[in-house]
């Protein structure tokens, strides 16, 4: 699978950009809560690659 996932490192760390380079470039980036506690980022990427990949 060629999936990126950027990070940012501070207080807490946190999910910056997700690419999925298997998608035509203009679908690379996929959706997920920016805002949200890594956890929650991580569980929320999981349901949009299920949706996504299938």
């Known amino acids: ?5 950027d990070l940012e ?3 807490d760390w ?4 997700v690419r ?3 998608f035509p470039s203009d ?3 996929l959706d997920f809560d920016r805002g949200a ?4 980022q991580l569980a929320g ?3 949009v690659l299920r949706t996504e990949l299938g």
């Open 37 to 40: 506690r890594l956890a929650d």
């Open 45 to 47: 990427l999981a349901q």
């Open 14 to 17: 946190r999910i910056t950009d």
């Open 27 to 29: 679908r690379w980036h």
């Open 9 to 11: 490192a501070g207080p």
């Open 20 to 22: 999925y380079w298997g």
């Open 1 to 5: 699978m060629d999936l990126v996932v």
